[in-house]
């Protein structure tokens, strides 16, 4: 008996102090900063990861990926459209840079090439891709060309932005609508020969080339509103020559072209290593925007001294 005793007694003290073990592994395991949201802004902000793991390897920040809801634990959003106020009463924001979103189509067809050569009029737009009571019936139906769009099945940031901009609910967006993400949108209208959509910058643009991604035409659109679309309304060729118009213009003064923001936010009880994330992405994510389809942000939106001190206050 006294043997089996000091047998239990032993496999028990082996036990704790493995334990113990295990628990002082825990307490030196690198801290992990959850980062979720609009996943056409992954690319950007995996970048901004690496980036921020050279200079702080002790901090690990990791993407997961947002299903139909976002992950049930996350430190950082980034989302591509302006919260409702009682979602900003929680949470504190930082405006990193600024998406356009454009009318694309598929090459091959017809409607392609000849909107391509016309150009969208804030009247076409409106009749080619929403579904508007107020809509002049005769002028749709001078549109001969065959087209299908396609939109975003579930409630969505850049399909918001995109409707709201022209006086729309997303619901209102015509055509077949498509589960998933803004990729998949980029993906339908590639595999469909007369397929139209409208996607943000970050996602027509091949990153290498700095060219629309294979496939995909850009159909210029009335930036000056003076209600057609002249030779200074062309200026697709490629991503740097939309960055350098769209950076250079006045949002005044630019019509037909949606812009809006890439953000991030994290809850007011952020840890300090989500805090340090953001920080470092006020300093230096800049530097990245242009290449990966952004503009930048306008300096009064950045609210930088706004967020330091928050930081300041949460530490």
């Not at 390897?57 to 139909?68: C, F, K």
């Not at 990193?96 to 009318?103: F, K, N, S």
């Not at 949002?251 to 300090?272: C, F, G, T």
């Not at 290449?291 to 206050?313: I, N």
Request: proline content about 5%.
């Amino acid at each position: 008996m006294k043997l089996q005793l000091l047998i239990i007694l032993f496999l028990i003290s082996i036990s704790l102090y493995a334990q113990s073990d295990v628990d002082a592994s825990r307490s030196y395991k690198n801290p992990v900063v959850i980062v979720t949201g609009a996943r056409f802004s992954y690319k950007l902000v995996q970048k901004w990861i690496d980036d921020f793991n050279k200079v702080n390897p002790n901090i690990q920040v990791i993407i997961e990926s947002r299903g139909s809801s976002d992950p049930s634990q996350y430190d950082v959003l980034a989302e591509v459209y302006e919260h409702d106020p009682s979602i900003k009463e929680t949470r504190e924001f930082v405006y990193v840079g600024r998406y356009a979103i454009l009318p694309v189509a598929n090459d091959r067809s017809e409607f392609s090439r000849t909107y391509k050569k016309k150009g969208l009029t804030t009247e076409l737009i409106k009749l080619i891709y929403f579904n508007d009571v107020f809509a002049d019936q005769e002028k749709a139906a001078k549109i001969k060309h065959a087209y299908t769009c396609y939109t975003r099945l579930q409630k969505a940031g850049v399909a918001r932005v995109f409707a709201k901009y022209f006086g729309f609910d997303q619901k209102d967006i015509k055509g077949n609508a498509i589960a998933g993400s803004d990729e998949h949108l980029l993906k339908a209208i590639l595999r469909d020969s007369v397929g139209i959509s409208y996607l943000p910058t970050p996602l027509i643009f091949d990153p290498l080339t700095k060219r629309p991604v294979r496939g995909l035409s850009i159909l210029p659109v009335d930036v000056d509103g003076n209600g057609k679309v002249n030779d200074e309304d062309r200026f697709y060729s490629d991503l740097p020559a939309i960055i350098q118009k769209l950076e250079s213009t006045n949002p005044k003064d630019i019509a037909n072209v949606p812009i809006e923001y890439l953000h991030l936010s994290v809850d007011r009880e952020a840890s300090p290593e989500a805090i340090a994330f953001l920080k470092w992405v006020i300093e230096h994510g800049h530097e990245d925007l242009n290449d990966f389809g952004y503009l930048k942000p306008e300096t009064s939106r950045l609210q930088r001294d706004r967020f330091e001190e928050f930081a300041r206050g949460v530490n």
